[in-house]
Every structure is written in C-alpha cells, then in structure tokens.
C-alpha cells in the first residue's frame, strides 16, 4: 500500500485559510480517486471532498464553495485548499487513496477553526 504523509493544518481564525497536503510514497497517476475526510470530536468520520484521475469533484454539502481539493501526479500529492474555514470546521482531516474504507489513510492533521 501507498504511504501518506499530511501537512498543512494548524489553528486559524473563522475566515481564514488553511491548504492541507498529501504525499504520497508512490505514483498517484494511475489512482481513479482520492479524497480528504475529517472527523471531528465525538463525530463519525465524513467524506469532505473527492477528486478522479479525470479531474472530477465531488464535495461534501457543508463545503461546498469553500473548499477546493486538486491533484499533482507529477508531484504525487493532492492538496485541499479550505477558505472561508467555520469553527465547524474544526477536526482532525484525513487522506485516502483510494478513496474507501480498504484505501491508505495519512496520519490526521489538526485543524482548528476559533471564533
């Protein structure tokens, strides 16, 4: 399995920005989908945003318009770029590749929104 190394988060002001990374220990070109989820206190794990190798997206409602996830093959890294963060926002952010409960999983990133 692919190794996943997170960066990125840290702790942000409501309004602010955070762009989370996700590097991948081998070729990501051949990879159908991928994604970032994120869970929060006391909350079940969510599906924040999806991108395929074809460049399509897919975002979670609570998201949408404020978050943009994108993908480097030439890197082997995928990104989520989150703007306009909500203290809601608040979790520990996750990458999956491939996307699914059998795909690799990063470490978690801390994100924190304050109000």
């Known amino acids: 399995q692919v190794q996943l190394v997170e960066s990125g988060g840290g702790l942000v002001q409501a309004g602010g920005s955070l762009r989370l990374s996700c590097a991948a220990s081998g070729s990501i070109a051949s990879i159908n989908a991928m994604g970032w989820y994120r869970q929060a206190p006391g909350k079940q794990r969510e599906l924040v945003a999806v991108i395929t190798s074809g460049g399509r997206t897919n975002y979670a409602d609570s998201v949408k318009g404020r978050f943009t996830i994108s993908r480097d093959n030439a890197k082997n890294t995928f990104y989520l770029q989150m703007n306009s963060l909500k203290p809601e926002d608040t979790a520990v952010y996750y990458c999956?590749?491939?996307?699914?409960?059998?795909?690799?999983w990063g470490q978690g990133t801390q994100v924190t929104v304050s109000s």
């Open positions: 999956n590749i491939p996307v699914g409960p059998f795909g690799s």
